[in-house]
């Protein structure tokens, strides 16, 4: 019993300390985070559920969005397709393109 006990108090602890944040593990460490400002880092840390993290990256895309209102987040889309190119052309065997500095690059200022 007092093992029992023991067990779930632990369980209950690490859920405290430890995020489940599903498919968005890792998100703020992929190519979006060329875009995210320091405070919302901060506030995506701070999530501990998948939920938490999906609603964050909707917010995230809407704040961005040129054109709210309509069914299209040209932001979204022109990133998407500049982070392919990137993949595509400045990837390495150690590091995807759209991590790296000329990745970055492209992301923030677009093509030549």
């Not at 995020?19 to 501990?48: A, I, M, N, R």
């Not at 999906?54 to 809407?62: G, I, Q, T």
């Not at 040129?66 to 932001?75: A, D, K």
């Amino acid at each position: 019993m007092k093992k029992l006990f023991i067990f779930t108090l632990l369980f209950s602890l690490s859920s405290l300390i430890f995020s489940d944040l599903g498919k968005y593990e890792g998100w703020e460490k992929t190519w979006v985070q060329h875009f995210l400002t320091k405070k919302e880092l901060k506030e995506f840390k701070k999530l501990k559920t998948e939920k938490e993290a999906e609603d964050f990256v909707l917010l995230f895309w809407a704040k961005r969005d040129p054109t709210p209102g309509t069914p299209r987040n040209e932001f979204k889309e022109r990133c998407e397709i500049l982070v392919k190119t990137a993949d595509k052309e400045y990837s390495t065997d150690k590091m995807k393109g759209s991590l790296t500095d000329r990745g970055k690059v492209l992301l923030l200022l677009g093509p030549p």
